[in-house]
């Protein structure tokens, strides 16, 4: 629906950066479908907020890395937890997804066409509200009533927050820049004396023999 104005090269902005991207949507999807109007999308807001994220999400990709991968969170987990990160503090788009990006270690980050329409969605429950800021940025803050619906989603909401957070250890165990470092040396050295072709077979014996007694000392580490 607004593909023309979305990035063509992934990890790309469109005109204008996501600010200006996110304000242009919600002003479309408003025309569109009648937010503001008090009329409602065929199957309600909810269905509609679903199908958006997965037309996104399928065209696209969800988040860093592309499409293909299993969701991070469906459109009521995510709407969660970007509810509990407007609860911790007010915030606009593209703080919430840093702020999930920043959780993650860097591993996650939901896509605008994600973090927008359940923003929309939010607003249209009455779970948060447009804060009064002297900027063009749409900063958001949570209602009484959105602080009772994490209350009465507690469980879930901690449940999610802690699928975040073993993201980001995750990523922080496995991302450890020496080690990485030492594998790409490792790799350069081993396929530089291989294509060199003048490895005798001592010599390959002796590489394998290395390579195996690196392998028993990582092991007992």
Request: proline share 4%.
């Amino acid at each position: 629906m607004f593909g023309h104005e979305y990035p063509r090269r992934r990890g790309a902005e469109p005109r204008g950066g996501w600010e200006e991207w996110g304000k242009r949507f919600e002003q479309r999807m408003a025309e569109k479908f009648g937010n503001g109007r008090g009329c409602a999308p065929r199957g309600g807001w909810d269905r509609w907020n679903e199908r958006m994220q997965r037309n996104f999400a399928e065209t696209f990709g969800e988040g860093r890395g592309g499409g293909g991968r299993r969701r991070m969170f469906d459109g009521s987990e995510l709407r969660l937890v970007l509810l509990k990160l407007i609860q911790d503090e007010p915030r606009h788009g593209y703080e919430l997804i840093k702020a999930v990006e920043e959780l993650t270690g860097g591993a996650y980050a939901p896509s605008p066409g994600m973090v927008y329409p359940a923003l929309t969605m939010l607003a249209e429950m009455e779970l948060i509200a447009e804060q009064a800021s002297e900027t063009t940025r749409k900063r958001f803050a949570i209602t009484a009533a959105g602080t009772a619906h994490l209350a009465e989603k507690a469980e879930l909401v901690a449940e999610l927050m802690a699928r975040l957070a073993h993201v980001g250890e995750h990523r922080a165990r496995a991302d450890r820049a020496p080690i990485r470092r030492a594998m790409r040396n490792l790799r350069t050295a081993l396929q530089t004396r291989l294509e060199a072709g003048d490895l005798s077979d001592e010599d390959a014996h002796k590489v394998a023999a290395i390579l195996d007694e690196a392998v028993q000392r990582i092991e007992r580490l």
